[in-house]
């Protein structure tokens, strides 16, 4: 018999929901989304009342760039080039005698000075005194012996007389002995020369210097048995130096060339950085333009004299001594302008033209045409103006009329 459910078990079995239970589910669920809907409200309402921004309009920047000025008046033309120290008189000596060396001078050395007419070496002379006294006495024997002989013509002569006869005039000529003076004559002549010779070889054994020099290169020593094949010494003259140097043949027409009158041709300046320094420098000019051209670089060869390179004179004390065989460079005061613009040859731009900050500020790319090109500056005659303002920046991208 089933027992009868109580309704106490039937609410053990279904119980009611809590209603505290259900207000903490509706809270877990529906406060997230209220706070979802707010936020989203409240960025509608800042989109719709926030600030706006206006936008301006694009302004171009300015390019802040180094100007200079330029200045129009005469200007003097300046050739740069390299060159080549050479002496202008250079001679290897060798004796004209044989004889051993019996002295030489203290300064017969490489490096020694030798002025003009000094002597820096003596050969043995004794043979040569030798040769002098014996031909001296030569001539005298034949001298004495045309002196008799012309005592002998006075006699033949009588005899011809006290004769009274005609004869011929080669018969006259043997009467009088003339055959016997003509030959004496003869031999004194040719003992007068052999004489002079010996004198000579005699003044040949002191070798003396045929003009101011510096030693270069000496071969022989006290001792040295020397024949006219051997080389005595090598001298440099010290009265001027020549620099042999190359210039572009477009460059001729600014240079000044020597004439026959006498007249010099263009200054020029010499440098030697590694020797003198930046600021010391000699001073020349040109003295010739070779007939033609290098062969390699068909450039012009020009030569530059420097009197009394080595500074022995006065008036160049205290200046630099050049070296032969320097590489040196060259300054060539050329011809002037007498009216044009001076402009550093790293402001011409590519095709001959200037950068030019005109009135408005902006840039003008201007083409030039430039009378002279120089190592540092060009001529330029016409096409600017007194105080222009020249750009001296490097712009990246240079465009016409562009602010600055």
Do not use: C
Not at 264 to 293: C, M, P, T
Request: hydrophobic letters at 40%.
């Amino acid at each position: 018999m089933m027992e009868k459910e109580t309704t106490s078990d039937r609410d053990r079995h279904n119980p009611s929901p809590d209603p505290r239970r259900r207000g903490s589910l509706l809270l877990r669920y529906l406060l997230p989304l209220l706070i979802l809907v707010g936020a989203v409200a409240m960025v509608f309402w800042l989109m719709k009342t926030g600030p706006k921004a206006k936008p301006k309009p694009k302004e171009r920047q300015a390019i802040l760039v180094e100007v200079q000025p330029v200045h129009i008046g005469p200007q003097r033309t300046v050739i740069h080039a390299m060159g080549t120290v050479k002496p202008a008189r250079e001679v290897a000596i060798m004796p004209q005698v044989s004889g051993e060396v019996i002295a030489i001078n203290p300064h017969f050395m490489p490096g020694g000075m030798l002025a003009e007419g000094e002597e820096f070496l003596r050969i043995e002379p004794a043979d040569y005194h030798i040769a002098v006294s014996q031909l001296e006495s030569e001539v005298a024997r034949v001298e004495a012996e045309i002196q008799l002989e012309q005592g002998r013509q006075l006699v033949a002569r009588r005899e011809y007389e006290l004769l009274g006869e005609e004869v011929s005039e080669e018969e006259k000529a043997l009467m009088l002995r003339q055959p016997q003076l003509d030959t004496l004559k003869a031999s004194l002549a040719a003992a007068a020369a052999r004489l002079q010779q010996a004198r000579l070889d005699l003044e040949r054994t002191t070798m003396t210097s045929p003009f101011n020099a510096v030693v270069q290169t000496r071969h022989v020593n006290l001792g040295t048995r020397v024949t006219p094949a051997t080389a005595l010494v090598e001298l440099a003259g010290t009265d001027a130096y020549w620099v042999e140097l190359s210039v572009p043949v477009s460059q001729l027409r600014w240079i000044k060339l020597p004439d026959r009158t006498g007249g010099k041709g263009s200054r020029v300046r010499i440098y030697d950085e590694a020797a003198w320094g930046e600021d010391l420098f000699r001073e020349g000019h040109v003295l010739r333009l070779a007939a033609s051209v290098e062969p390699e670089g068909r450039m012009a060869r020009l030569l530059v004299e420097v009197a009394d390179p080595l500074a022995r004179r006065q008036a160049n004390a205290g200046r630099p001594r050049m070296l032969i065989d320097s590489y040196v460079r060259v300054e060539i005061v050329g011809s002037a302008v007498e009216s044009a613009a001076k402009i550093p040859r790293s402001l011409v731009r590519d095709g001959d033209t200037v950068w030019i900050m005109n009135e408005q500020d902006r840039l003008e790319i201007r083409p030039i045409e430039i009378l002279f090109r120089g190592r540092d500056e060009v001529l330029v005659p016409q096409g600017l103006q007194e105080d222009e303002r020249l750009v001296v920046t490097d712009l990246s991208a240079a465009v016409e009329d562009m602010r600055l």
